[in-house]
T-cell receptor, first 111, second 116 residues
Framework: EAQVTQNPRYLITVTGKKLTVTCSQN?????MSWYRQDPGLGLRQIYY???????DKGDVPEGYKVSRKEKRNFPLILESPSPNQTSLYFC??????????FGEGSRLTVL | AQSVTQLGSHVSVSEGALVLLRCNYS??????LFWYVQYPNQGLQLLLK??????LVKGINGFEAEFKKSETSFHLTKPSAHMSDAAEYFC??????????????FGQGTILTVHP
């Protein structure tokens, strides 16, 4: 089954404790991206990766890092999480016709 | 630059009534337009997309949308609402063609409630 898998689905952490949200896709898509979803703001892009050689900032990259060492994986790293990063995070991969395939989301709470 | 505005953060309809969710976009170049649906505790799923072919686009679950360039709109409709249509709906715009990587810009979302 074609899918994008994120882990963990739910996480509660404390300010400053580094965490990583993993994302993996099995559709051989070149393009992957991370979004955060906040009430009333829709989805905002954090980072995107055109392929394993190209990664760039989206609209709200502050406080986040990403890595794209292989095509299928695109982890999101919060080096020092802060409460304003409490949000619902989605990983997505994109087909050639620009259709995005989303993971089920990771709900992060930073205390 | 591109942007999307969804009119109405909440829409409530009765089961069997017409569903109309409004979306207006701004784009300096011809756009690709999308509607995504998000059911509770799930990721987003594509409902339909416009990519410069027919202006009336049919999607899944009986939804359709019409691209109106003169009004810069891409409203989503369904003739008869079902309880299972209750979800949050997102309109999104992407640049067509060119050298852009095709960044997708989302609207703020509209929560659809369906009453029995």
């Amino acid at each position: 089954e074609a899918q994008v898998t994120q882990n963990p689905r739910y996480l509660i952490t404390v300010t400053g404790k580094k965490l990583t949200v993993t994302c993996s896709q099995n559709m051989n898509h070149e393009y992957m991206s991370w979004y955060r979803q906040d009430p009333g703001l829709g989805l905002r892009q954090i980072y995107y990766s055109m392929n394993v050689e190209v990664t760039d900032k989206g609209d709200v990259p502050e406080g986040y890092k990403v890595s794209r060492k292989e095509k299928r994986n695109f982890p999101l790293i919060l080096e020092s999480p802060s409460p304003n990063q409490t949000s619902l995070y989605f990983c997505a991969s994109r087909r050639a016709d620009r259709q995005l395939f989303f993971g089920e989301g990771s709900r992060l709470t930073v205390l | 630059a591109q942007s999307v505005t969804q009119l109405g953060s909440h829409v409530s309809v009765s089961e069997g009534a017409l569903v109309l969710l409004r979306c207006n976009y701004s784009s300096s170049v011809p756009p690709y337009l999308f509607w995504y649906v998000q059911y509770p505790n799930q990721g987003l799923q594509l409902l339909l997309k416009y990519t410069s072919a027919a202006t009336l686009v049919k999607g899944i679950n009986g939804f359709e949308a019409e691209f109106k360039k003169s009004e810069t709109s891409f409203h989503l409709t369904k003739p008869s609402a079902h309880m299972s249509d209750a979800a949050e709906y997102f309109c999104a715009v992407s640049r067509a063609g060119g050298t852009s990587y095709g960044k997708l810009t989302f609207g703020q979302g509209t929560i659809l409630t369906v009453h029995p």
